[in-house]
């Protein structure tokens, strides 16, 4: 637990507090510890009275899961602005975390590092990718995780419509939310995060991922359409560094884990089964939507006024783009009555496989990946001249079953007392429980820090990460004098994101979102000082609701509403 005179604990703990995707990787505690936070959170509990929840009571787990993504899909916005947290260097960060581990491993399993994932990401410039190209090729954005007030403020920021987040933001909202709104046992909720990545795998029905602001069913992974396939890229392409539970965690890189193992094992048995499907009509005409250059070699057939027509499959698969129907399923008769009649041919078309044909074959044949020779069977009914019948089976094999590369199970297993909300009401409950078990769980007591509760977590790390981390208040008031800075800050909105009298923003915060206490005012002051001043510490005071920053260049004052202690000269 926290230890005020242990530089690597408070490093810990103030890692809680801005929890960038650095930090995060390097501490995989803090994953859980942000869904715990949102949990605590009276913002979210407040979904629940939401008119778009009142009729899910008696849905499905899958029915309530897909009425709250709809909601987040309508409240937030995926966000990868490299600005919204600032930068920082590779050499700064290594600096901060050489004595968690080593810069080559590093650089195998954290994209800011090097690491660049499968052929996918040799194909594409990462650093261009991400917007990182237009800086020198040791700078790294903070990619900070927002809680979900810092997710809702986006709204104030200018730009943005509606509330926003990262992925990793978007997958402890969504882990949250469902344990929360959608009533899923925190038990099925496994946290996925990849060096690129992070999404969810919630453990109902046949398994549903969430991806950062959607949802991909079983049937919705193997339907070859653009959007699944982007969904597909991290599992297909990456490794899984970190699996987050509420029994604890697994890391790649690290030589033991917390997660229970048996959780671990069901887990594994549970996403493998998600990720692998026979193969059938639909499934071979799903493929063929994801491979299009193999429609070529196809043809559909139609009966058209009573008489036989024909048309290529490519053509039919363009056709989807405008209509609901699909090629392969139950609705292909209707997508092919939408196309016009001179698109069809009287006769066949040569040197193409008729769908109908493999239609008729799949109703009687099964096949299975795991059976060679009904594969050959398959293999048989695909060959002719126009089609590379290896190149085809190999690549149906990996559509139809992907292999994640999660963490090794050979690992020494460490047990910690499992995180159990499955029966809280509110969030008060939440933070009941939470109290009850941080004195034995450092998941649950990193979640205050990530909370930003100041009454119930230490002011030494929050600080820390406040002057330490927060360069974008220091960067938009580079040109002004502090006078003009002070008063920049009196004209931001005097409320805080963070509702309660404890819990406080950091500095970027209060920028970005142009709102804040006084108190957190008067920290992202000296924040700007400190940067221009290091030798120069300011000092901050409170007499009553009045909040003082003294400093050489001037005292200035704030008014507060929160009710914290004020931290000590030696937290600073």
Known sequence: MYNENDPLSVEKYSSAVTLSDMEVFIFPELMMSLVIANMMSPKLWQWKSDPWFSKTGKASPLKRVQRLK??????????????????????????RFSAYIDESILAKSNALFGYEGDKYYFDIDIRKHFG???????????????????????????????????????????????????????????????????????????????NNRRLVTKTMWFNGTELTAKARRALENENVTIVAHSTGY??????????????????????????????????LANFLRHHSEFQKCFQISHICCGKPRYIEAEKVYQYEHSSKSRVGDSTQNKLLHEIEEDDFYTSPLPQRIMLSDLEAFFKSNHISLEDSSTVDKLKLHLCNNCLPIDRVIENLKKFCKTVPNIPDSRKKWQSTPAIDLNDVKSAEDVIA?????????????????????????PWKPFLKAALQRNPVSIKQTTTMSVNDTFNRLCTFDNSSIYPGESRLAQPDEVWNFQRGDGLEKAICLINI?????????????????????????GEFQFQSSKDVEMPQQKDF
Not at 70 to 90: P, V
Not at 250 to 269: G, L, R
Not at 438 to 451: C, E, Q
Request: charge should be negative; aromatic fraction near 12%; charged fraction near 25%.
């Open 250 to 283: 697994i890391h790649t890189i690290y030589d033991s884990a917390t997660i229970s193992p048996d959780v671990y094992s069901k887990f594994n048995n549970k996403l493998n089964k998600y990720l692998k499907t026979d193969i059938n009509f639909e499934i």
């Open 132 to 210: 990182l190209d237009k800086y020198t090729s040791n700078v790294i954005p903070y990619w900070k995780t927002e809680t979900l007030e810092a997710m809702e403020a986006f709204r104030f920021k200018e730009g943005y419509p509606t509330g926003a987040g990262e992925c990793v933001s978007l997958a402890a909202l969504y882990a949250a939310s469902s344990a929360v709104v959608a009533q899923i046992p925190l038990d099925d909720i496994y946290m996925l995060a990849t060096p690129l990545h992070s999404q969810n795998f919630l453990d109902i029905g046949d398994g549903v991922l969430t």
């Open 433 to 457: 429980k939470m109290k009850e078990l941080r004195k034995t769980n450092l998941t649950a007591d990193l979640a205050f820090s990530a909370f930003r509760d100041l009454k119930n977590s």
């Open 70 to 95: 709809q909601y987040i899909m309508d409240h937030f916005t995926f966000n990868l602005d490299l600005d919204t947290w600032g930068l920082t260097t590779k050499e700064k960060e290594l600096a």
């Open 529 to 553: 000082l400190k940067n221009r001043y290091p030798d120069d510490l300011p000092h901050l005071k409170a007499v009553g609701k009045k909040i003082f920053v003294i400093h050489k260049t």
